[in-house]
């Protein structure tokens, strides 16, 4: 098992390196950078001459090292990261792209997470409870359901219940985790003295986020498990199990459900990164301070440096997320092994 986990880490590293080369391309094909739009934003709002605001421009380039041939940007880029983890500096926030990323990458993940956990938990229950009753108005229901969350975009849901929170329920403060009142207030009052009252105000800033993020997977789970619980009711080894005088629960859940689990394990591998996605897509229609926001903005903008280490770190997840796929298939069957241990 360790030798798969260090094997796989190293397989990761030119994945990774292959990756950043080919985002840092991408994301600079486009013509102009921020300097271009430091010129714009002189003219428009600084009321500066064409002339004047481009002389600015070319110094800007100069000394942040924009005129630099694209290869030397990325080795820059890429030597600070291994070295001394430096991301580089965001032109538009003015600090370091890492002070960016940890303030924001923390929230999207508590999201992604809860929405995964909410989907898998969520999708799996339904999933057994429309096999177990194939063709019955429930299954019926779930059906239509998973299909109505496979299709519509999230966001579309997203705006639809911006729309209704914004102009029907006139909800104040959409836009952020907490109201004015909690923001600067800390979780933990005491020792023993939790802020739920804080907690509880974060979640009702977040569940339309969490709810419309978690639907698509939600909808693709229960889809999958339903289908697989189908086929493997119908196996060998379940009539098998019946045969013995084995209750239909214990049927269902101690012989079939482990079995139709495996190709829901095995998609665990890209489930972060959609949650992620998914979570971005909501959080740019609402406003909210996480990584999707940044990445649309800092595109925007040309803040290269921000888009291209938002993006790699987007990357990492969809590795990190296919080796904890294969632990955990190996945990639910033992019959599977990795690398060596064959």
């Known amino acids: 098992m ?14 990774l390196l ?3 080369i080919i985002t840092f391309i991408v ?18 709002q600084g009321n500066a001459t064409p002339e004047a605001a481009t002389r600015a421009a070319e110094a800007y380039r100069e000394a942040n090292g924009l005129n630099d041939p694209l290869p030397l940007q990325y080795v820059r880029w890429m030597w600070g990261i291994v070295t001394e983890l430096d991301f580089g500096q ?10 960016v990323v940890l303030q924001r990458l ?16 969520l999708g799996i229950g339904f999933g057994i409870l429309a096999a177990t009753r194939q063709y019955s108005w429930i299954d019926t229901t779930l059906s239509f359901f998973s299909f109505l969350g496979m ?3 999230r966001f579309l849901l997203a705006l639809v219940i911006l729309y209704i929170l914004a102009y029907k329920l006139n909800v104040q403060e959409i836009g952020s985790f907490y109201s004015s009142k909690f923001g600067g207030q800390p979780y933990w009052l005491g020792w023993f003295n939790f802020n739920w009252a804080k907690l509880w105000n974060l979640i009702q800033h977040i569940w339309p986020v969490i709810a419309v993020a978690t639907i698509g997977g939600l909808a693709y789970n229960l889809r999958v498990m339903r289908a697989n619980l189908l086929d493997t009711l119908n196996a060998q080894y379940v009539e098998t199990a019946r045969a013995k005088g084995l209750s239909e629960g214990a049927v269902v859940m101690r012989h079939a459900v482990p079995n139709a689990l495996h190709p829901l394990v095995a998609y665990q591998g ?18 909210l301070a996480t990584i999707g926001p940044a990445i649309v903005g800092s595109m925007n903008i040309g803040d290269v440096y921000v888009t291209a280490s938002l993006l790699l770190i987007l990357g990492a997840t969809l590795i990190i997320g296919n080796i904890i796929a294969d632990l955990l298939l190996v945990a639910l069957d033992p019959r599977i092994r990795v690398g060596a241990d064959k």
């Open 2 to 15: 360790l030798r798969f986990l260090v094997v796989r880490l190293l397989q990761a590293i030119p994945v």
């Open 18 to 20: 292959v990756m950043s």
């Open 27 to 44: 994301i600079q094909a486009p013509p102009g950078d921020y300097a271009d739009f430091l010129r714009t934003n002189m003219i428009t």
């Open 90 to 99: 965001s032109y538009a926030y003015n600090k370091p792209v890492l002070d």
């Open 106 to 121: 923390p929230p999207t993940i508590m999201i992604a997470l809860t929405c995964h956990i909410l989907a898998s938990l």
């Open 151 to 153: 299709t519509v975009p």
């Open 270 to 287: 890209v489930v972060l990164p959609y949650m992620l996605t998914g979570e971005i897509e909501v959080a740019i229609v609402f406003g």
